[in-house]
């Protein structure tokens, strides 16, 4: 197992006459045994920064190190590193068996031992039953255990998880999460994990990394990312549902500094408004989380009214679509209330829970 | 949050099946613009009953009369005692098997089947050898489109010739005392005397080296697209799992391409069955039927000769042997496929 290090790495694709600048000035430092997922919208870089560490891509400029040696140079054949792809990437013409054992066949070892620790990890993923078959024979959830199995019969230094559950259905979802979270347990390797869905990435990782536009927006905890995000973007990406943005303007209304969008009129720290008062913008985006939104009052709480436009049952809880005047918004709300369109409610928020945004730069104020 | 608008006709409930009563016309004002679009004429797809079957019945038809009816004929003139003078009489009786017996035991037959194998290993094989590692190497080695076209048409214009004219080229270029190849052998001192190339021995090599000129592409061709249909990601992965390039290519590569090798080895050797352009421009089976295959004795036989019952039993052998080499073939791609689960 080793420590990844990308140092100001850059990619760069050119063709017919047009560059296309995929991934910009990324560092990013995955440390020996951490577990960490790369996450944004689809084509954000995230895949090509997996492929530039596998060795399939080259990067344009910047240093890729595996524990401090770098490996830009170097194929991936010599990067020992073990990658499970996202269209599972199956030989067709093997069995389940040879293919995870394909790896070690590689590494010229004896058929004896290759078969004894291909059933041993079998036995580990459950697949010992479908060891003899082809992958056309064989299902998506199947395919993607085969797929990763094939990824964890060796050592090597760091395991490459691109997309794995992408094509995985719901209830196999949770099971192969939980699957990934025990092994990466009980193997203590590197990780790194690629995924569009941020609840992959928060179930999973020990930190996250949001990718936008190839640029590394935010690395950090999965409650730095929820509490402090760095960006608007950061905001809306993490957490479902997605938070609830405002254009706002900080006014003093009444005595009050208050955050006004629309007929809304949301009241900020005291600290907040000190940062907000400090500065020559008015102009503002504000955002509170869903979750944050809440239908009873609490100590410290503020409240407001709207009215349902939507409520959508979700079981253990329901997620409101509210309007106000011109504004739209949602909430989440406990099952057991019972609501209905064009109602009435009054929501409750905490004032620390108001994040707000730089209009221009989209960044983080406070 | 997407919000399906129900409207229009939708399946109802779970009953997917669909049962001659649910198929009607939709009135065209029930379908949507796009639709309507895409499938540009307003006229109904529904055809009355009797189109397909004449679509298929003409085809059929006209395969009948110009595939089985000759075939049959030439089973009736394989059992009979026919040539130009028994013909022009209009006398000649049921015979049995022996214009069979004829060929299969004359020393002429038993010389071509001999120079049919040859012919099939060091033509046809070669072809699909060579052929098949021109592929891999292209793909291997140019990675650049337009290069890989420029390349591909260049190697592919030998099949472009039509055969016979393959042959009258190869004939002046192989000539014993100013043909160009022996020139160029004399130039560069690999050879200190001409070589006599259509001596008996040697002229069926001269002859499978035109053709392997003239064929290799085609089975190139069918390599290189098969090779462009496989996985990119299987070979990614490949490189990944520390695969060295001689190891993906006899673990991954070729099993993977057999199904496609197997039908460029099908269409090589039946045209071997049929082989005679080359021959009959080259040597005209010579020097003493050094270079006869099957297919040119019947062909002297039965058009030259007047033979015909003969030259019958001779295309009929050649027929059953085809028949035999083609089954077996298809059943091993059915049981590659079958072993993959694909079909």
Redesign the interface.
Known sequence: MAEVRLSEVNKVYEGRGQQVHAVRDLDLVVEDGEFVSIVGPSGCGKSTTLRMI???EQATSGQILFDGDMVNDL???ER????A?E?Y?????FSAEENIG??L???GIPKQERRRRVHELAELLQIGNILHQ?P??LSGGQKQRVSLA?ALIREPAAFILDEVLGHVDGHLRFQMLFDLKRLHQSLDSTMIFVTHDQMEAIALSDRIAVLHQGRLVQSGTRDELYDTPATRFVADFIGEPPTNFFDARFVEEGGEETLRADDLALRPTAETAARLRSRDDRRYVVGIRPQNLLCTPRAGTISFDATID?H?YLGERS?L?LRRGGLSFQALASAEGSWAADEPITLHYRPEDIMVFDAESEALIA | MAVSTGEGPTRGGTDYTVSAATIRHWQDDELPEWFKKKRGSTRSLIVNRWVPRVMVGVPIAVLLFIVAYPTVQMAYYAFHDINMVSLFKGDYGLIGFTNFERVLTSDRFHGSVIHLIQYLFFGAVLQVVIGTALALILHHCVRNNAARLVILVILVMPMMLPPSIVGVLWRFLFNPSNGAINQALLDIGLIQAHIEWFQIGVSLWTITIADIWEWTSLPFLIVFSGRLGLPPSIYEAARVDGASPFLTLRRITLPMLKEVIAIAFIIRFMDAYKFVDKVYVMTSGGPAQSSELPAYIAYQRGVREFEIGEAAAYAWIIFLFAIILITLFLRYLKRVLRAQAIA
């Open positions: 596998v060795g399939l194929d991936p054949q020992n590193v073990a990658m792809f269209n990437a199956l030989y067709p013409n394909f790896p066949e590689a590494r082809h056309n024979t094939r939507i959508e997620i679509t």
